[in-house]
Every structure is written in C-alpha cells, then in structure tokens.
C-alpha cells in the first residue's frame, strides 16, 4: 500500500539506502569489468562475486526506492541491510584496522537505522498515520 507521502525521516533513510544499493551496484560493475579483463584466477570466482554484489545491491536499491515513494515493505529489507552493515563497519574499523573507512559506515548504517527506527517512521509503518486508523487520538469503541 502507498502513502500520499512517507514521513521526512522515512524518506532520509530511503536516500541513504538508494546510495548503499548505487554503490553495491557500482562493485559489482567495476568486478565484472576485472573479471572480463582476467582477474579471475584460480580460488578468486570475480564473476560469482560480481553476482553477489548485483543481486545484494539491487535489492538494497529497490528497498530505497520504496522507502523513498512510501511503500512500507522497503524499510523490512532496508533495517536488515543496515543490520548486516553493522558488523562490516566493526570489521572495518577495528579487525582490519581502516578506522577511516569503517567509521563512517558504522555512522551511515546507525543514522538509517535511527532515522527507520523514528517515531514517525514507526506510525507511518504500522499504518497509524492514516485516517480512520486506530490510535489514542480514535480509541471510541466501534459501533455495531
């Protein structure tokens, strides 16, 4: 179902998820180009890999799109996208040593995630903000 128009920090979450799913998008173009010009090598699958990234990303974008034109299944795959981005960004920072990398994936992935997780974006997901929908403001019993 589609809303007239998602809440602000819905449609924040759903810009910062559109360019996670780009990006996602992009590895797997630049791979794909690496493994045309030979880099697969024996034990280093580049295609399947490049595979992974296009369906992993556009997943991630389609769920963006979503979020950014007020379809509610979006923020479902978009949540567990951030969620798995958590531990990367950890991987990152501390088990790789690339603080200046892994910090700002952690950051991003935490503000889609506070920005899904809003009050807002929470009434808009379980429908509350639509008229005639149950919510302190209509808590009248229902007439039969």
């Known amino acids: 179902m589609v809303t007239a128009r998602p809440p602000a920090s819905v449609r924040g979450a759903g810009l910062i998820v559109v360019v996670q799913g780009a990006a996602g998008l992009i590895v797997a173009a630049i791979l794909l180009f690496r493994a045309f010009g030979g880099a697969s090598q024996r034990g280093n699958n580049v295609f399947g890999t490049s595979a992974w990234f296009a369906l992993a990303g556009g997943a ?3 769920a963006g799109w979503a979020l950014l034109v007020g379809r509610r299944w979006g923020r479902g795959l978009a ?6 981005l958590l531990p990367v960004a950890w991987y990152l920072a501390v088990g790789s040593d690339r603080m200046l990398i892994g910090v700002p994936v952690g950051a991003i992935a935490l503000t889609a995630l506070v920005l899904l997780f809003s009050p807002a974006a929470l009434r808009w997901v379980s429908r509350g903000d639509q008229p005639g929908s149950a919510s302190a403001a209509n808590s009248e019993p229902e007439t039969r």
């Open 79 to 84: 949540v567990f996208a951030e969620l798995l």
């Open 60 to 62: 991630v974008l389609a």
